[in-house]
């Protein structure tokens, strides 16, 4: 118990020294800029899959309000009606390079919850933030087609091995928990590899646990207010939906900033109690 209440306050502190609440709201900023390009590269990429833009949109009602959900909507319509991008353009270069700035600013705000500072080069800054990008776009993929088609696939797998009873019973577990899992993925490898510092999987699972299911339950509790509760549009008039847009993304970036930092002190933590075991012996 004692171990626990320390860390907390190691913790509290960590979070009030790095300003994480302060940084949240910049990382959000960059996050404005980039999540839209994100989209079109996205939606550029179904074009590719059996997958419509309605499989998305179908997706992205379910974590966001409906007013921010209308903003999202609006803009995938327009992009899809312009149809002016391709895989092999330079537009959609320069839309993957746009998308890669949200991560670049993550990753400095990561680099500080560590108290480290950034000794790669320019080039390596910018291939993790677009290898971060593609490796999304392509998690996002994989998660609608197993939500579309998953039952479809699984359903004649397990025909094959006489299991069916068994699918139908697995399939309401699967199609909530896989998800679920992919988004853990994302943010473990996130906590990985984006810090300046060699870390290992035991040093960043924590934070990626605390941020998958922190961020769904913001995500709920927030669109259940909104839906609800919270009439923005009274108070902002016509830019309600963006502001509530721009709330949801600074919940989000918080939640992955405190992911970073509960990481980040565990791992002084356990440094320092080695050194100071080393030191001993």
Same mark, same amino acid.
């Given at each position: 118990?004692?171990?626990?209440?320390?860390?907390?306050?190691?913790?509290?502190?960590?979070?009030?020294?790095?300003?994480?609440?302060?940084?949240?709201?910049?990382?959000? #900023?960059?996050?404005?800029?980039?999540?839209?390009?994100?989209?079109?590269?996205?939606?550029?990429?179904?074009?590719?899959?059996?997958?419509?833009?309605?499989?998305?949109?179908?997706?992205?009602?379910?974590?966001?309000?409906?007013?921010?959900?209308?903003?999202?909507?609006?803009?995938?319509?327009?992009?899809?009606?312009?149809?002016?991008?391709?895989?092999?353009?330079?537009?959609?270069?320069?839309?993957?390079?746009?998308?890669?700035?949200?991560?670049?600013?993550?990753?400095?705000?990561?680099?500080?919850?560590?108290?480290?500072?950034?000794?790669?080069?320019?080039?390596?800054?910018?291939?993790?933030?677009?290898?971060?990008?593609?490796?999304?776009?392509?998690?996002?993929?994989?998660?609608?087609?197993?939500?579309?088609?998953?039952?479809?696939?699984?359903?004649?797998?397990?025909?094959?091995?006489?299991?069916?009873?068994?699918?139908?019973?697995?399939?309401?577990?699967?199609?909530?928990?896989?998800?679920?899992?992919?988004?853990?993925?994302?943010?473990?490898?996130?906590?990985? #590899?984006?810090?300046?510092?060699?870390?290992?999987?035991?040093?960043? #699972?924590?934070?990626?646990?605390?941020?998958?299911?922190?961020?769904?339950?913001?995500?709920?509790?927030?669109?259940?207010?909104?839906?609800?509760?919270?009439?923005?549009?009274?108070? #902002?008039?016509?830019?309600?939906?963006?502001?509530?847009?721009?709330?949801?993304?600074?919940?989000?970036?918080?939640?992955?900033?405190?992911?970073?930092?509960?990481?980040?002190?565990?791992?002084?933590?356990?440094?320092?109690?080695?050194?100071?075991?080393?030191?001993?012996?």
């Amino acid at each position: 118990m004692e171990g626990i209440l320390s860390f907390i306050k190691q913790l509290y502190l960590r979070i009030q020294e790095n300003e994480t609440t302060a940084r949240g709201a910049q990382l959000s #900023y960059f996050f404005i800029l980039s999540i839209f390009p994100f989209l079109i590269f996205l939606i550029t990429l179904i074009d590719y899959t059996p997958l419509s833009q309605q499989h998305t949109l179908d997706q992205l009602a379910l974590l966001l309000p409906d007013n921010a959900f209308a903003i999202v909507e609006q803009i995938v319509s327009e992009v899809e009606a312009a149809d002016n991008f391709t895989l092999l353009s330079l537009g959609i270069l320069g839309t993957i390079w746009t998308a890669s700035r949200g991560t670049a600013a993550l990753i400095k705000s990561l680099n500080k919850a560590y108290d480290i500072t950034e000794s790669r080069s320019f080039f390596v800054l910018n291939t993790i933030g677009i290898a971060a990008t593609l490796a999304l776009a392509l998690l996002i993929l994989f998660t609608l087609s197993f939500l579309v088609f998953g039952q479809v696939i699984g359903e004649l797998a397990f025909q094959y091995l006489g299991l069916e009873g068994l699918f139908q019973a697995l399939w309401p577990v699967l199609r909530f928990s896989i998800p679920l899992l992919i988004i853990f993925v994302s943010f473990t490898l996130l906590f990985l #590899y984006s810090p300046n510092c060699r870390l290992r999987l035991r040093h960043v #699972y924590p934070g990626a646990i605390f941020s998958t299911l922190a961020w769904i339950i913001a995500s709920q509790a927030f669109a259940f207010y909104v839906n609800n509760f919270g009439n923005f549009s009274r108070t #902002y008039g016509s830019i309600g939906g963006i502001i509530v847009f721009m709330i949801w993304l600074y919940l989000s970036s918080v939640v992955v900033l405190l992911g970073g930092e509960i990481n980040a002190t565990l791992y002084n933590s356990f440094c320092k109690s080695n050194q100071k075991s080393w030191t001993a012996s």
